[in-house]
């Protein structure tokens, strides 16, 4: 099969031909239609996210199973599928409730740990594949599934965790982002007021595009006075920060209002100050949110099967090109999500 290799961190990737893999027992393998190409991996190519090598990079995939295991069951040739991130263990007490990504044996992730679906076949163990459901059409469109399990899965799984309500006020740092853009798509579909907070001007129409009723530009205002204005003084009900350094959290937290939520993702792991009198007197929650279960990746998947939400990929390349693609991920120069073409 071909594939992009990376032999080391913060390298270009290698096009090379290596053998097909074959499943082991428990395993199975599947043709890759398309991959989406995400910060995540971006980090990892970049050496900022730690990782093995030499590595195949890349887990938003689609894909359609073409053997399986001995031992494998579920799974059949010709099943359409996507990938779990997490290759987590499925016995521990987390696995076991619902919090996967929170697995205490985990053995890392796809594309990190084991080799992922920038080629031609993508071998995993078989309770990382994820079947699609019914109604997707991911012959016709499969860059757009392929990036459901990270874009739109992960703003579902923030609505819940912030148990955002219709008619609340949602604000989003990072909205231009990949995932930002889909978080207020999410947000506008959970029926709340939006506003989204970025620094890159060339971002914000596709924010209005993806739901934005308001636009703070954080190059130039104060975020916290600006959410603060537009809630006459009440501040907002949920802040969801993509970003997470302290100088947005900080942000987040002095706009949160009576009740307010704070959701960390994203960032670097910086330490920051909250008003703990604030926090007591409006009884707010700050919380942090880590990828997505399967159910949630399920119900992501059913959202765009039934034409709810439907991904914004605006740069679909074939797995030749890459480097050019990392290179404009690298300088935030793609707006919504990027993906390549494979099989
Ligand atoms: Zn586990």
Redesign the pocket.
């Known amino acids: 099969m071909k594939a992009m290799i990376l032999k080391a961190a913060n390298t270009p990737f290698d096009f090379e031909t290596f053998p097909d893999p074959a499943p082991e027992p428990g395993e199975a393998v599947a043709r890759v239609l398309a991959c989406g190409s995400g910060l995540t991996i971006q980090h990892v190519k970049a050496g900022r996210l730690p990782a093995e090598f030499p590595r195949i990079i890349g887990h938003e995939i689609t894909g359609e199973i073409v053997e399986i295991g001995a031992a494998v069951t579920g799974l059949k040739v010709g099943d359409p599928v996507t990938a779990y991130y997490y290759l ?5 007490r ?2 076991h409730s619902n919090l ?1 990504p929170l ?4 053995g890392g992730n796809v594309g990190k740990n084991c080799d992922g679906g920038y080629a031609e076949y993508i071998k995993l163990p078989a309770n990382i594949f994820i079947k699609l459901p019914e109604g997707l059409d991911y012959k016709a469109h499969p860059a757009e599934i392929g990036v459901i399990t990270d874009a739109i899965a992960t703003p579902v799984k923030v609505l819940r965790r912030a148990q955002v309500k219709a008619g609340e006020t949602v604000a989003v740092f990072g909205a231009g982002g990949g995932i930002g853009v889909h978080m207020l798509m999410l947000a506008r579909w959970a029926r709340t007021r939006v506003i989204a907070i970025d620094i890159s001007a060339d971002k914000f129409g596709a924010c209005r595009e993806a739901g934005a009723d308001e636009i703070i530009d954080a190059s130039e205002d104060n975020v916290a006075e600006a959410l603060l204005d537009l809630t006459g003084g009440d501040g907002v009900d949920v802040v969801i920060d993509f970003v997470s350094a302290a100088s947005t959290l900080e942000a987040g937290a002095e706009a949160l209002g009576r009740c307010g939520r704070l959701v960390t993702l994203g960032g670097t792991g910086e330490t920051f100050q909250a008003d703990a009198h604030a926090m007591l007197h409006k009884e707010q929650d700050l919380l942090g949110s880590r990828y997505v279960t399967r159910s949630e990746v399920l119900d992501a998947l059913k959202l765009v099967a039934r034409g709810d939400i439907w991904p914004m990929v605006t740069d679909i390349r074939p797995l030749e090109e890459a480097e050019a693609l990392h290179e404009r991920l690298e300088n935030g120069a793609v707006t919504g999500r990027a993906a390549l073409l494979i099989g």
């Not at 697995?103 to 985990?106: S, W």
Request: overall charge negative.
């Open positions: 987590n263990c499925g016995h521990c987390w696995c996967e697995c205490e044996n985990t």
